[in-house]
Every structure is written in C-alpha cells, then in structure tokens.
C-alpha cells in the first residue's frame, strides 16, 4: 500500500505546506469518499452540511475550502476547490494502467500502417489502410478502426469502438466502449415517394483532451467536418448529428441529442435528455435544462428549460402552475357556469 505525507500530498494538488492545518507528517494511503473514509484515508469537505460533521468522521486528513478555521479534531489541507484538488489526490492513488502492451500478433493490420513508440493494440483489433497512429495509443479489443484514420498521442480507444474511414481524432483522447466515429450522417432527399441517400463524404475531427462516452454516435459530415472541440466531454448514449460543431469545454450529459449543422459554443451545458434542433446556434456558455426541447437559437450566457425551451425562471414558474391546472379547471368551469347563469337572468330581465 502506497503511504504519502501530507507535506508530499500538498505539492500534488498545487497546495503548500502552509496550507496544512494539522500535522504535515502525517501519512495517508488512499482516497475515500467523506462516510467511507478511515484514518488512512484523505478525502474532502465543500458544502456546509459536510463541513459540520468534521467532528465526527475518522479520516486521516480532510481538504475543506480556504478560510475554513473551526476546531474539527481532524488534520486539515486548505484548498481554493476541494473538489478538484480531490480529484488529483485520486489520480495519484489510483493511476490508470495498462492492462497489455505492444502490438498483438492476433491484430489485423491494414497496409501502409505508420505507429508511434509504445503503442498498445489488443488481440482482435481491426486496422484498415493507410491509419497513423501517435506515440502511446492504445486500442483495446475488438476497436475497429478504418482506413485513413489518424489518431494522435497517448489516446485511448476502448473496446468495441468503430472509428471510420478518414476521422481525425487528437491527442489525450478517451472513446468509451462502443461507440460510433464517423457513422453516415442521416441524409435523405425525396424521390416520388421515396428516399434517395445523401452521400456523407465528409468527416468527424476530435480534438485534443476530448472524452466521448459509452454507447455515442457522432455522424461524419456531409460535407467538410463535424467538429468536436478541445476539452469536450460527453456522457455515455449520445448522439451528434452531421456536420454539428461543439466548441471547447462544452459538456453534454447523457442521451443528449444534437440535429444536423448545429453550431454549439465554448463551455455550453446540455443537461441530460435535451433534444437540440438543426440549424441552429447555442451561445458560448449556455446552458440547457434536463430534457429541454431547443428549436430556436440561444444567446450565449443564457440557461433555458422545457419544450419548447424558455427562460429557466419562466420555466419554474410554468411547472408551478402544472400542479394547479385540475383544480384551475374546475374552478373555470364553475366561473363559466355562473357567468352563463347572470347572462341568462339578464336577457330574461331585457326581453321583458
């Protein structure tokens, strides 16, 4: 079991010895969550109602927000984001490993195959013609990658991914089990009652430090690129559509759909279920509600909800109003019954 000294553990999360409150020599092994954590263990605090239970776990260290001083009876690391530094602390304790090494003889490769050192490709990967690879890809079983496809350094592509013909993917990239790069984007034109495909000619382009869930599609242009930026990370069962661009840093929960040359922003967030319309923009550092429908543009910085999408506070207004709506009901209809009633009297009352 790997120990460290808090004094170590500091300088990993960008901290400083000064930021210790508590002993600097103390040692811990691992890294729990705050209800499993034990005294070998650090893990972190960044709300109130975590912060008032100090007193009361067994964990060996705590990272608490900057400025947090009260007496918890438990060693202390300072942090500007508990939760990242957090983060670090677990990529230390837990790194990712490779489970195989070198190039499998059971691998099919395709002629023309140019790899960087220290490529990692599993037995019954698939590998077309003409496919570059960068320096540390691993490709795990089953990946199937096709011809003219060029993936850059220490990306990672798990088990029973397709990356199709042509696809450019950066560097640091993850592709989670079983997903589509490069599928045809669906493109039909009307033909006496029938449908003609579109060719899809164009590609799909990952850029670096991308992380594409489970279980996604991402369709290849029609023309020219479908475009993923730097930084972007999808969640698993999500579908990009022909031609869309995301922009850098931009998050996309599961089972998010995006329709056809749709232009989505810098640090945009579609929350879980949205169903994104074609054609259209989202704004840089927009955010869309949970099962949101989006038909129309939106401004960047603005966060809308429902379907049809409008402005998050109309929208918590609306479900408000939802629960009322039998009881409104009712009352309408006694209110039409009495004006119904008065109109009566008062024709009776003019016709005499």
Not at 316 to 326: F, K, N, T, Y
Request: charged content about 20%; aromatic content about 4%.
């Amino acid at each position: 079991m790997t120990q460290i000294r808090l004094a170590e553990l500091v300088r990993i999360i960008g901290a400083k010895s000064s930021d210790i409150l508590g002993d600097p020599d103390r040692s811990v092994a691992c890294a729990m969550p705050f209800e499993q954590a034990t005294e070998d263990c650090v893990t972190f605090a960044d709300n109130k109602g975590m912060l008032n239970q100090l007193s009361k776990i067994r964990a060996g260290a705590v990272i608490v927000p900057r400025g947090f001083s009260q007496q918890a009876g438990v060693d202390l690391i300072l942090s500007d984001n508990p939760r990242l530094a957090f983060a670090r602390v677990m990529h230390y304790f837990y790194p990712r490993t490779r489970s195989f090494s070198g190039i499998s003889p059971m691998a099919f490769i395709g002629e023309n195959f140019c790899c960087g050192g220290e490529a990692a490709i599993a037995p019954f990967v698939f590998i077309g013609r003409n496919v570059t690879l960068g320096r540390r890809v691993t490709l795990h079983p089953h990946a199937c990658i096709g011809d003219n496809v060029s993936i850059s350094d220490d990306t990672e592509i798990m088990a029973n991914v397709t990356i199709m013909d042509k696809c450019v993917i950066g560097s640091r990239v993850v592709i989670q089990a079983g997903s589509v790069i490069g599928s045809d984007g669906y493109g039909y034109t009307p033909d006496e009652g029938r449908h003609f495909k579109i060719p899809q000619v164009g590609i799909v382009q990952i850029d670096d430090d991308v992380e594409i869930g489970a279980g996604n599609t991402v369709d290849r242009a029609t023309f020219g690129k479908t475009r993923i930026g730097k930084g972007v990370k999808t969640d698993n069962q999500v579908h990009i559509a022909h031609n869309v661009t995301i922009g850098e840093h931009t998050i996309v929960v599961a089972q998010v759909g995006i329709a056809g040359s749709t232009a989505v922003g810098k640090n945009v967030i579609l929350a879980g279920q949205a169903g994104i319309g074609g054609h259209i923009s989202i704004g840089d550092g927009a955010v869309v509600g949970p099962q949101a429908g989006v038909a129309r543009s939106v401004d960047a910085g603005k966060t809308v909800s429902g379907t049809p999408e409008m402005p998050h506070s109309r929208w918590l207004r609306v479900q408000h109003v939802l629960s009322g709506l039998p009881e409104m009901k009712k009352q309408i209809a006694e209110l039409a019954r009495r004006i119904a009633s008065v109109e009566k009297k008062t024709t009776k009352t003019g016709e005499k």
